[in-house]
């Protein structure tokens, strides 16, 4: 009989530029792929989002995800497998985190602070949003201005030329 031994790992999974459109979906990928090895995910945060040293799939710039996690180590297979066939990962890096203190593990915890990144990314397109419709409603508003005022002037030079 194999003898279950629980190891601490330290995962960065690297999201191309695209994902910060929807950082809650990447983080649902991310938090997918450990739950499905049975992971126990003791912190996870955005990293980083940066330019690549060298363009992967056609991706100039990244977005990188920090996590820790406990696990079996026969199901780190899984996850390494999970990463490599994801289609919205570009890179995944998985290793032993036996060298880092829990405490500075939990010090990592960012889900509460990546949490108010999406929502205020949220708000601001959706401020966006209404900024683009106000200053179309303006261009139609003034478009339909312009027509009447053209109009006038033709009527009013009409009138004059009878």
């Known amino acids: 009989m194999s003898e279950t031994r629980i190891c601490t790992y330290e995962g960065l999974f690297l999201f191309p530029q695209a994902a910060t459109a929807d950082l809650q979906a990447a983080l649902d990928h991310v938090s997918e792929i450990l739950s499905r090895a049975s992971a126990e995910v003791i912190s996870m945060s955005k990293w980083d989002e ?54 500075e593990m939990t010090a990592n915890e960012g889900r509460q602070k990546l949490s108010d990144e999406i929502v205020l990314r949220g708000t601001e397109a959706a401020a966006a949003a209404v900024t683009a419709a106000t200053a179309a409603a303006a261009a139609a508003t003034a478009a339909a201005n312009a027509a009447t005022a053209n109009a006038a002037a033709i009527a009013s030079a009409a009138a004059t030329a009878s």
């Open 50 to 103: 940066r330019k690549l040293a060298y363009d992967i799939e056609g991706n100039k710039r990244g977005v990188f995800f920090l996590t820790y996690f406990k696990c079996d180590t026969r199901n780190l297979v899984s996850i390494e497998r999970d990463a490599r066939l994801s289609e919205r990962l570009l890179r995944a890096l998985v290793t032993r985190a036996e060298h880092i203190l829990p405490e």
